[in-house]
């Protein structure tokens, strides 16, 4: 119990939240809403499970919405041209592992701290992709949003590969070597090297991991709607940060699990709808975006303190 | 490699130049050269069109240059490369107000005629702004077809890019005095921010249909806002039972205009723009367009009005099932 106590009282905030909705405004539980939120939520929970491997690991990556934005253009010009989405899915994946190798290569390579590079490549990938698009707005087909599947199956196929990503990866931190060896590196890099793990592989690894979610996020994204606007994954950085920090990974590294991102993820994208039913003016919302996260970091504090 | 960029950069543009007063000494015509933000730009692309239109008629030489991304800094340089030219007239777009005010004050005492358009410069560094819409012409042409849509009656709501910014708020308060003084029984029941992000447009639209059971309208007044807006209605089902409309560009917006969920998008013609904008400079060259002038005749399109300084384009335009097939930009 009280070893989750971090998770769970951000699970019971969240209860709290809900139940709060469900006397003041119950409008808000109405299933084809709601549906659609998630399903605007699901790439974001995607690269917040590598953002949370990231920062057990000790590092930062804050390139995520650039990767995601030039991704989601890249992919969406060619699933215009016609291309299987099947063979773009890879694609996607594909490009996003190596625009993380990139940053893994100069963080864990160079020994760079990654707050530096991954603002590199944000910046470069963000400007590069205004130069290419000008800012014009990718059309595609009708057959690529849902996969052309009905609007409700392509919506919970969605839902549902985010939340079956989500109980694989949490399930793979937790139980697997590989998994042990982020929270390992993250915990005391060298410590971790005289047990006989390489730190800079392990760092190099998680880089790869998020640009490889990050692709996958950003095929998720593309095929929600009928057409890709550049500046999509703007600010999406900040929102997974937020969401693990919030969910209890500490950003001192080696401590949290993707759980707690996940309860992290919905108490933050529940705020600006609730705001909405609740009839509150909209510059509240980020005031209390904020304010959750600034709780977080100060219960986190006040815990490393006792700790210490 | 950095040098060698240097020199690629400087041997194109001396070409450019070369090519350009090649031009401007073959021929005795007056030259009239045009200055978009970013010369790849859909949008400026259009306003060329109309630019050439123009030209044409008048008999004048029109050159086309511009920076590849949004860069004040390379508007400058090719605004002095003109001047080096000895064009006759120079249309600018701003991108940085301050910053392209000096090689236009510059280009003045060359006696180069300068005009302005889609963004202005310092008003002391150009004769006249041809003014694509003013923000009360904006916020009437809204709030006016809002309730031609709902026959003057029912619940709206708005989706701004931010709660701050100075050109969405000044939209904003023009949108809501028309409202107070022509419509009352139309309400505004909630402003929502999507920070000119297509995707929280979307999630904010479907959070405000939910919200409001009763609402008939949704307002975007930032054009990633009416596509987003667009594709929640849709999700929602309630297509045609909640009506869409907002500031926005025609591509963004093409296919949910033909699928009949975005009744009107509302921009200004930018073929137009292009056209007046070359009338007034070569007007102005010829001393057709003086300084107080009230009006101003502009070829085939008929008379503008002339506020001080600005010549307005007047009306918005609203893009819509029957016209949109009609621009690409």
């Not at chain 2, 950095?2 to 401007?24: D, H, I, N």
Request: hydrophobic fraction near 50%; include cysteine; proline fraction near 4%.
């Amino acid at each position: 119990m009280s070893r989750y106590f971090r998770e769970l009282s951000v699970v019971g905030a969240l209860a709290v939240a809900l139940i709060a909705m469900a006397v003041f405004a119950p409008a808000f539980f109405q299933p084809q809403p709601l549906l659609s939120l998630a399903t605007r939520e699901a790439p974001t929970l995607v690269v917040a499970c590598g953002m949370a491997l990231v920062i057990i690991c000790r590092q930062i990556d804050i390139s995520v919405g650039s990767m995601f934005s030039v991704v989601s253009v890249c992919t969406g010009i060619l699933a215009a041209r016609g291309w299987p989405l099947l063979l773009v899915l890879p694609i996607a994946a594909g490009l996003g592992a190596a625009l993380g190798a990139l940053n893994g290569a100069l963080v864990a390579g160079l020994r760079l701290p990654s707050i530096v590079v991954t603002l590199a490549t944000m910046v470069a990938l963000r400007q590069g992709l205004n130069l290419v698009r000008q800012g014009e707005f990718v059309n595609m087909p009708d057959t690529v949003q849902w996969f052309g599947l009905p609007q409700a199956t392509g919506q919970w196929v969605l839902v549902i590969c985010a939340l079956a990503l989500l109980a694989a990866l949490g399930l793979g931190l937790r139980h697997l070597a590989a998994g042990r060896f982020v929270y390992a590196v993250g915990t005391d890099a060298e410590a971790a090297r005289l047990a006989g793990i390489r730190p800079q592989l392990v760092t190099f690894g998680v880089f790869v991991f998020i640009g490889a979610l990050t692709g996958l996020a950003a095929m998720m994204n593309i095929v929600q709607s009928p057409q890709v606007q550049p500046l999509s994954g703007m600010g999406l950085e900040l929102k997974v940060i937020a969401a693990v920090v919030v969910g209890g990974v500490a950003i001192s590294g080696g401590r949290g699990n993707l759980w707690g991102a996940f309860a992290g993820l919905l108490l933050l994208a529940c705020v600006a709808p609730a705001l909405t039913h609740l009839r509150i003016e909209a510059y509240w919302e980020k005031a209390i975006q904020g304010a959750i996260i600034l709780l977080a970091v100060v219960a986190d504090g006040l815990r490393e303190r006792r700790q210490a | 490699m950095k040098s060698l960029l240097r020199t690629f950069l400087a041997a194109a543009l001396t070409l450019s130049v070369a090519s350009g007063a090649f031009a401007a000494a073959a021929s005795s015509k007056l030259v009239v050269a045009f200055l978009p933000k970013s010369k790849g730009n859909a949008y400026f692309i259009s306003c060329k069109a109309g630019a050439e239109k123009a030209a044409k008629e008048l008999g004048v030489e029109l050159l086309f240059d511009g920076p590849t991304d949004s860069n004040a800094a390379k508007q400058n340089e090719i605004v002095e490369n003109w001047i080096t030219l000895g064009v006759d007239v120079i249309a600018v777009a701003a991108e940085n107000k301050e910053g392209i005010s000096t090689a236009l004050r510059k280009a003045q005492r060359a006696g180069i005629k300068v005009v302005t358009y889609d963004a202005d410069a310092m008003p002391d560094a150009r004769s006249f702004f041809v003014n694509q819409a003013t923000p009360e012409g904006i916020g009437h042409a809204l709030m006016d077809d809002a309730a031609r849509l709902l026959n003057g009656e029912g619940d709206f709501a708005m989706i701004v890019a931010t709660l701050t910014a100075a050109n969405q708020r000044e939209w904003q308060k023009h949108i809501e005095a028309r409202l107070k003084e022509k419509y009352p029984k139309m309400k505004l029941v909630a402003v929502r921010p999507c920070d000119d992000l297509k995707d929280k447009a979307q999630s904010e639209a479907t959070a405000m249909m939910s919200a409001n059971p009763n609402l008939k309208l949704i307002m975007a007044i930032c054009s990633p806002g009416v596509p987003g807006a667009a594709e929640a209605v849709k999700q929602a089902g309630k297509t045609g039972k909640v009506k869409v409309i907002g500031l926005g560009l025609p591509n963004e917006n093409r296919r949910y205009v033909h699928e009949g969920v975005t009744d009107t998008v509302i921009l200004w013609n930018t073929g137009d723009l292009g056209y007046l904008t070359i009338h007034a400079g070569v007007a102005l060259a010829k001393g057709d367009l003086k300084p107080g002038a009230k009006s101003f005749k502009a070829g085939s399109l008929g008379s503008f009005a002339v506020q001080g300084d600005n010549i307005l384009l007047g009306k918005p335009f609203a893009f819509n099932k029957g016209n949109i097939d009609q621009f690409n930009f």
